[in-house]
């Protein structure tokens, strides 16, 4: 008889993802790449920084959008490519959002990216500037033409992430409403849209608890389907004596109401300990924005920013990921 191997993730397979095999001795379920950082912060002329940023296979290849802090140390989003997810050849060009309404299309910053495939297009989310922070959205076909759509919310709000695909006919989204400054506080909220434009039906997700999560908490990358729900790597923030610890978890979502939550992981799943997540222009920062996914191996890799400063990967398999969250995640209080 034959035994098939139950393939936990719903989606494509990915068989060129960037992968490097869990290190002999590691007992962490998520592993660095030992090349880290795999971007510099000067790898492009104009950068005093390179973090945050999102990447999807495209053409057989890789594209991303990527957080470029400039020498004047404006936030801008630029395009970059990559054959193998690793190497990536950035421009030095920031992006130029193609806008009708000159109310909205007047780019002055932008930050943490999220880049997501639905149907034929990428959608990409920012941290976009408008009387304040809120959602920008733009879609491209290329990733040279981008074609800005309406903000999603007022201001305050970031860490606006696209499922990547409608649930019930709607877009949804995560956000974290938040306020004009470094904000203290800040839970996940879920909302939906017929057509990227209004939004609405909005739901609580999850709030901080306690210890690396207990600040506040902020959707990562684009959340990844599984026969065990929606999996959704995160951000979680403690304050120390010397300001915020940013750390990545992960919990578990129901696939129908995303807004429910299944399991969620008590101990952080990586934090900032090597040299280069501890020292930069923000220290002590892990922040995700963009995980790659090939479903036959359940192989998982992670793109995140390090102390505001670099680039880096770690890697996780979905099984070990999915088994962890559930023996990790202690009941939670919820206001
Ligand atoms: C958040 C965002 C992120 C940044 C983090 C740490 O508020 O601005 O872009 O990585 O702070 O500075």
């Not at 470029?68 to 630029?78: K, T, Y």
């Not at 990547?164 to 306020?179: A, E, G, Q, T």
């Not at 997700?205 to 999996?231: C, F, R």
């Not at 102390?307 to 969250?325: H, R």
Request: aromatic share 12%; proline share 7%; hydrophobic share 35%.
């Amino acid at each position: 008889m034959n035994v098939q191997k139950k393939q936990t993730i719903i989606g494509e397979p990915l068989p060129n993802i960037p992968w490097q095999e869990k290190p002999a001795g590691c007992n962490n379920v998520v592993w660095r790449y030992s090349e880290n950082p795999i971007i510099q912060r000067d790898a492009i002329p104009s950068s005093n920084s390179i973090f945050n940023s999102a990447v999807v296979p495209y053409n057989g290849k890789f594209a991303g959008v990527f957080r470029c802090d400039n020498r004047a140390r404006i936030m801008q989003l630029h395009t970059g490519f990559s054959d193998d997810g690793i190497n990536w050849s950035i421009e030095n060009e920031m992006i130029t959002f193609n806008c009708d309404d000159p109310e909205i299309g007047v780019f002055s910053q932008g930050y943490d990216p999220r880049v997501v495939r639905i149907e034929d297009r990428y959608i990409v989310t920012w941290c976009n500037v408008y009387h304040g922070y809120t959602i920008g959205l733009a879609y491209t076909t290329d990733f040279k033409t981008y074609h800005q759509m309406e903000n999603a919310f007022v201001p305050f709000n970031r860490n606006g992430v696209l499922f990547p695909r409608k649930i019930n006919n709607k877009y949804i989204m995560l956000s974290r409403p938040s306020d004009t400054g470094h904000t203290p506080f800040g839970d996940i909220f879920y909302s939906e849209s017929p057509d990227l434009i209004h939004w609405g039906r909005h739901r609580h997700v999850m709030s901080p608890t306690n210890g690396w999560q207990s600040t506040k908490i902020g959707a990562g990358p684009v959340p990844i389907e599984t026969t065990e729900g929606w999996l959704l790597i995160y951000h979680g923030v403690i304050t120390s004596c010397n300001g915020f610890v940013y750390s990545m978890g992960a919990a578990l979502l129901d696939i129908d109401k995303p807004w429910k939550v299944l399991f969620r992981t008590t101990p952080y799943l990586l934090s900032p300990q090597m040299q280069y997540e501890c020292v930069g222009d923000v220290p002590n920062v892990v922040f995700p924005c963009a995980s790659l996914v090939d479903a036959p191996s359940g192989r998982i890799t992670t793109y995140y920013g390090a102390a505001d400063t670099v680039l880096g990967l770690a890697f996780t398999q979905v099984d070990e990921l999915i088994d962890f969250i559930k023996k990790n995640s202690d009941p939670w209080l919820e206001s």
